[in-house]
């Protein structure tokens, strides 16, 4: 036991540290301020780097990096709980149960990376400034191939807090400017170890850093300057039903409550058409016709009235709805369903229905599922949702005549970076998503996955339209200029004139991607090159 409070006693510190990165981590990120974004990971990695010296073994570095990681997310994604309730129908026990076990493997790439550098700095006999830059390219690596439910970074904040350097994601996307920030933490750090030897190298390094990003402020400026020529416009009307998790839920199940929900929405258009303008296109978010309008149902009361509708507007409607296949059956018998998003004209559909592509994990579909169908017998509940084919273009005649190539998305397909892309090389002018976040309450998720939405329309410079049930509904154009937003959980519905330029140039992001990780790995090549080098003249 003595020397156990001996250990814990030596070590302590540590542990502080690592707690303290979690929070810096977490309570800079979005919603929260961006505080601490430039030096959130600095405890940690000093613990690291202190550890070392003192030879504390890889497996308690794994675990200091692993409680880091732990804390900020619980902070920064304590909406799972609330999910898991309001979603999956789970106790208040079992949904922050689900959350604890969420935050303890869900961003294990932390450790896994923290860990991973400190053995490549013994392998390769490391100086302590080159195991400082290797921990900050090593996480940025893995933090690009990890799989995760959605691809998130501390770049994000960028355009959270408008800073206008997250202009350069057209460039090198916001992973990009994810390794950027990683590898100015560790410039930071560095500076920090070199004030106790030479002040001015100390200093000399941090004014490097702090002209580095006015550098990239200034150009961000540039950027959005330049990206700011349109040629053309075209108005939106969204309307954000508010429609509650509960009503939802009945209306799908039981077709006695649809015509309430399609009520609503119809109700909401006719009252807002009779004081404003009419629009060339209106917008409703996913699920919103909680009905299939597949064209075989059109003739059904329902369908029919939403078509009339559509009609005496003399405009186009774009809705989020279910999709049912003629002939296809999933695991229970029953008629196979997609989630999709309609185009109705005045006379009927104009386009073929969009069908979703990146299905929600036991919502729409069960991992594993088709390999082993019996899963499906041990959880019944689970959707069989057919996935759609990918990323594809709508190209939609207005009244006006002018057509339009839009590019659809539903819900995170959003989150994918190289969705959208696809969506710009094939000619997209306008990206649209929509998006029903009521399961995620009203914290956190629906201002990040906000912001991460609207991340796709800076890396393309593309315009992309946001339609929610229940909010954040917004809208930013190529430029990075974000127009105005939607309350949250209230009914809502305002008409946006996007503009935009036809036959837009592709953003080197779009035409290359991530094409920066290789200057990631040629730099950790390097380092491992010199600190072997070293090694051998010793």
């Known amino acids: 036991m003595t020397n156990i409070l001996l250990q814990f006693k030596l070590k302590y ?98 450790p896994i990376s923290m860990t991973l550098a400190t053995w490549l700095k013994r392998r390769f006999s490391l100086s302590q400034t080159q195991h400082i830059f290797t921990i900050a390219i090593v996480m940025a690596l893995i933090e690009r191939v990890w799989p995760s439910i959605f691809e998130w970074n501390l ?131 996913e699920t919103a016709m909680p009905l299939a309008l597949d064209d075989h149902l059109l003739t059904y009361p329902l369908q029919a009235r939403i078509l ?8 186009i409607l774009i809705t989020g709805a279910f999709s049912h296949d003629q002939i296809k059956k999933d695991h229970l018998g029953t008629t196979l369903t997609r989630n999709a998003i309609f185009f109705i004209g005045p006379y009927g559909p104009v386009q073929p229905a969009y069908h979703k592509s990146q299905l929600l994990a036991f ?27 990918g990323p594809v273009i709508k190209t939609v005649q207005l009244k006006s005549g002018k057509k339009i190539n839009l590019g659809p998305q539903i819900c995170y397909e959003s989150l994918d970076p190289a969705f959208s892309r696809q969506l710009a090389k094939k000619g997209a002018e306008i990206i649209f998503n929509v998006t029903n976040d009521s399961w995620f309450g009203d914290w956190a998720e629906p201002y990040q996955h906000m912001v991460m939405t609207l991340a796709r329309g800076v890396e393309t410079r593309r315009p992309l339209v946001r339609s929610t049930n229940t909010g954040i509904t917004t ?54 090159w010199s600190g072997a080098n070293v090694r051998k003249i010793k």
Not at 56 to 75: C, G, M, N, V
Not at 308 to 315: C, E, I, L, P, S
Not at 366 to 384: I, M, R, S
């Open 13 to 110: 510190h540590f542990y502080v540290l690592s707690i303290l990165s979690g929070i810096l981590v977490g309570t800079s990120y979005i919603p929260y301020p961006a505080w601490g974004i430039f030096f959130c990971y600095i405890p940690l990695w000093y613990a690291l780097i202190q550890s070392e010296k003192q030879k504390i073994s890889l497996k308690e570095q794994f675990f200091l990096a692993w409680i880091t990681q732990f804390i900020y997310t619980i902070i920064g994604f304590n909406w799972i709980a609330y999910t898991a309730m309001e979603f999956g129908h789970l106790s208040p026990l079992l949904s922050y149960s689900a959350l604890i076990l969420f935050a303890a493997f869900i961003h294990i790439h932390i």
């Open 363 to 389: 919502g729409e579909y069960l991992p594993l599922g088709e390999t082993f169908p019996f899963l499906y017998k041990l959880l019944p509940f689970v959707g069989t949702f057919e996935k759609g084919p």
């Open 308 to 315: 009339n509708k559509v009609k005496a507007w003399d405009t």
């Open 155 to 285: 770049a994000y904040v960028f355009l959270w807090m408008r800073w206008p350097l997250f202009q350069w994601a057209d460039t090198v996307g916001f992973l990009g400017l994810s390794a950027f920030l990683l590898v100015a933490q560790s410039v930071l750090l560095t500076a920090t170890y070199a004030f106790k030897t030479s002040k001015l190298k100390s200093l000399t390094l941090v004014l490097g850093l702090v002209t580095s990003i006015g550098l990239l402020n200034w150009t961000g400026l540039l950027k959005e300057k330049k990206w700011s020529q349109t040629d053309s416009s075209i108005r939106f009307s969204i309307t954000q039903g508010n429609v509650g998790n509960e009503e939802k839920l009945l209306s799908e199940l039981g077709a006695q409550f649809r015509p309430t929900i399609v009520g609503k929405y119809v109700d909401q258009v006719d009252e807002y058409l009779a004081e404003n303008q009419l629009p060339d296109i209106i917008l409703w978010p």
């Open 475 to 528: 809208v930013i154009l190529a430029n990075g200029s974000e127009l105005s937003r939607s309350p949250i959980n209230k009914r809502w519905m305002d008409s946006y004139d996007v503009k935009y330029l036809s036959q837009a140039p592709q953003s080197h992001y779009t035409t290359w991607g991530h094409f920066d990780w290789l200057i990631l790995v040629f730099s950790l090549v390097f380092i491992l």
